[in-house]
């Protein structure tokens, strides 16, 4: 048993095969389709094993209900500078707008890329310019559920170059996870699981 162990740990490429194999994605060359605000990313297309069960409602339920950047919003007749200044005050890329007076009603997203391209690049003024002018609208919108997987969301975020994707379900908006959520939730993941091949090696099991 032991000869059979070394024989396997001395032969690096056969580990990192088979964790590759573990870890990668069985379809990479899943496109996925814009999502309305009734839309939202399934696995069918993808398919999940091992180690790739986290969930949105997972990290969702990590950064907890007072989470900043969790649920933050502004309107469609706020200035663009009103907008940046909340994302700044609390540390996020992205705002969801809503329409006035209608809190449950997304109109679309806000984002620092848009204020980038749309604002500063194109010398227009913050502060008379609407959120409503420049966001991007809700039936362009890409959104996911609780229940998608955590690497369809990336490979999502990925393909459409997005780093803020709405958390929809059937009564509406939820939450929102950024591509770092994603990103430190996949490499948490990818810990838990070397840790467990490596126990298993070590014989842990």
């Known amino acids: 048993m032991q000869g059979g162990i070394r024989g396997f740990l001395s032969n690096g490429s056969v580990v990192k ?4 194999k573990r870890i990668s994605l069985v379809n990479p060359l899943f496109q996925p389709a814009v999502l309305s605000r009734f839309q ?25 209900k007072s989470a900043d950047g969790s649920w933050l919003w502004c309107t469609t007749d706020d200035t663009v500078y009103d907008a940046v200044k909340s994302m700044t005050q ?8 809503v329409k006035p007076g209608e809190d449950k009603s997304i109109a679309g997203i806000i ?8 604002i500063i690049v194109q010398g227009r003024s913050s502060k008379s310019t609407k959120v409503g002018d420049i966001m991007t609208e ?21 393909d459409n170059r997005i ?5 929809i379900n059937e009564r509406g908006m939820i939450g929102m996870v950024s591509i ?12 838990q699981e070397l840790d467990r091949l490596n126990a298993y090696i070590q014989g842990g099991y």
């Open 163 to 167: 780093r803020h994707i709405p958390v």
């Open 17 to 20: 095969n088979a964790v590759l």
């Open 138 to 158: 809700e039936n362009k919108l890409i959104t996911v559920n609780p229940g998608t997987k955590v690497l369809v969301a990336m490979q999502l975020m990925t």
């Open 90 to 97: 609390h540390n996020v890329g992205a705002l969801v707008v």
């Open 40 to 64: 939202s990313a399934t696995s069918p297309q993808m398919e999940e094993h091992g180690f790739e069960s986290t969930t949105i409602a997972d990290i969702l339920k990590g950064k907890g």
């Open 111 to 118: 984002t620092e890329r848009d204020y980038l391209r749309k």
């Open 180 to 191: 770092g959520d994603v990103v430190r939730a996949v490499v948490s993941e990818h810990r």
